[in-house]
């Protein structure tokens, strides 16, 4: 099983609507937790972390955790086709400071 | 401007050749690491380092030594590259980490091919 777990997509939704991306880890121990977005041929850029359970908002994007289910999501409100990317789901685990990012999920706006 | 640098951007070499790709950093960082990223694989981290004299082991480190002997720089040699080390490579750095979140600024890439 892998640590950290994406869907690779594409997710194609229509611009305006809400994209939901979704993220599993397997580590119980996991304590922080990363979204980053990566545009083609480009580097990582952080767009939201949370490390307590339930949401977090800034501007279009929301971060929501739940340890028990061991999943972590992000939500992007109106949808724009700049946000056309991977977005990369990354965890560290308490008493180590390794990133574990999963493999991305490639969302698409359609204009 | 607040920025990780890395060089070459662009690399081709040859099976067993010693190489090193150079990182730096002008935000005072104390944490900096290196990822490689290959296509279905995702970023792998390689090694991180908490501070100057203090590195570890990421996912992949077989193949690869780090040293950060200066704060600002945290090069990465490859002793004697594989064609499965060729792949696209990412430094990174952060602020101490703490107990929380911590973001990690990256470098624009090396794209690394080894024939």
């Known amino acids: 099983q892998k640590e950290v777990e994406q869907n690779s997509g594409p997710l194609s939704v229509p611009e305006g609507a809400i994209a939901s991306l979704n993220c599993t880890y397997s580590d119980r121990g996991s304590q922080s937790f990363f979204w980053y977005r990566q545009y083609s041929g480009k580097s990582p850029e952080l767009i939201m972390f949370?490390?307590?359970?339930g949401d977090k908002e800034d501007g279009r994007f929301t971060a929501q955790l739940n340890k028990a289910s061991q999943y972590v999501s992000l939500l992007i409100r109106d949808s724009q086709p700049s946000d056309s990317a991977t977005y990369l789901c990354?965890?560290?685990?308490?008493?180590?400071?390794?990133?574990?990012f999963g493999t991305g999920t490639r969302l698409k706006v359609l204009a | 401007e607040a920025q990780v640098t890395q060089n070459p951007r662009y690399l081709i070499t040859v099976t067993g050749k010693k190489l090193t790709v150079t990182c730096s950093q002008n935000m005072n960082h104390e944490y900096m690491s290196w990822y490689r990223q290959d296509p279905g694989l995702g970023l792998r981290q390689i090694y991180y380092s908490m501070n100057v004299e203090v590195t570890d082991k990421g996912d992949v480190p077989e193949g690869y030594k780090v040293s950060r002997k200066e704060k600002r720089n945290f090069p990465l040699i490859l002793e004697s590259p594989s064609p499965n080390q060729t792949s696209l490579y990412f430094c990174?750095?952060?602020?101490?980490?703490?107990?929380?979140?911590?973001?990690?600024?990256f470098g624009p890439g090396t794209r690394l091919t080894v024939t």
């Open positions: 949370i490390y307590s359970n």
């Open positions: 990354a965890v560290t685990t308490s008493g180590t400071y390794k990133y574990i």
């Open positions: 990174a750095s952060s602020s101490y980490p703490g107990t929380g979140g911590f973001e990690q600024y």
